[in-house]
DNA sequence: CTGATTGCAAAAATTTTGCAAGCCT
DNA sequence: AGGCTTGCAAAATTTTTGCAATCAG
């Protein structure tokens, strides 16, 4: 498995992680150094990353966290609502921070991921959701073809 | 794992399958029943599937077919572009089929997929694609919330 | 015929669990 | 102090592989 995709490292940006300490707290769970350095690990680094490449780097953060508590703080922060996991080209899982929407070019040809931040479908995605009966918390839009070097 | 969500029949609809077949043949694959079976069961039943489910399924049409050859069929049409991993509420690959595009909304607390047929944003995609220099083949538009249910 | 494909069973890889020790509150 | 969490290692699951037999073209 490739476990190094994106090099693009984006800055601590603490006011969401701390949000993400809050929404912990909230529920009633406790903050441990294993939740903090997969949070920071899911916050900082990249987009996507599967629990291998999680595990990886959180044991950079805090060395003798065991893949298990990865897999269960994974889980737990989904069943939060912080996290998500998503489609990628083979069958593995990947996890993205679940707020908001994401929005990915992905090729079928060199399995990259682009993101995109500007969201084109929101108000018409808001709408169509409320027709349903259904109240929309985040979104994701994966468009699939084949990127620019690919063609 | 829930192993038959939908019992929705989808009349078999020889058509598109047919089109399946062609593109295997074009690609220089052979036509076998352990290929056809999956492909069967990608094409009538319901919207999307795990591979474990595909397995049963596709025993009920072809009883000695093996699990392998049910995973070495998923890559193949995966590769070939006939099918696609999406996510799930946990991490376990789902299969839906690649064509077009496909909209879900996903209920964060049942786990329903409910999907709809309207594509909002499909002219939006198309030119934000091409801005990128990407060429848009399918895409999958999910939206995650509560479902009438659930709220 | 001939080589791609299959099915089985074994091997790998991935996830989940059981539990005593440890840490957060 | 009390109970949620952790890390380890073992168990369970899921996916991949090796190979001889079989089948499609």
Chains 1, 2 share one sequence.
Do not use: W
């Not at 994106?6 to 529920?27: D, F, T």
């Not at 990353?49 to 269960?72: D, E, F």
């Not at 399995?111 to 169509?128: G, K, R, S, T, Y």
Request: glycine share 8%.
């Amino acid at each position: 498995m490739n476990a190094n995709r994106s090099s693009q490292y984006v800055a601590p940006h603490s006011g969401a992680q701390n949000n993400y300490i809050q929404r912990l707290k909230e529920a009633g769970y406790k903050i441990t150094p294993a939740r903090l350095a997969v949070l920071q690990v899911i916050e900082n680094q990249l987009g996507h990353l599967n629990p291998a490449q999680v595990l990886q780097a959180a044991k950079a953060l805090n060395p003798q966290i065991g893949r298990a508590t990865v897999y269960r703080a994974l889980e737990l922060f989904t069943v939060l609502g912080l996290i998500r996991p998503i489609s990628c080209g083979d069958g593995a899982p990947l996890y993205i921070r679940a707020e908001g929407g994401h929005h990915h070019l992905v090729c079928n040809s060199c399995n990259a991921i682009i993101d995109f931040d500007e969201c084109v479908a929101e108000p018409l995605m808001q709408q169509l959701a409320e027709r349903k009966g259904f109240q929309v918390q985040s979104h994701l839009l994966e468009i699939y073809g084949l990127c620019a070097a690919c063609r």
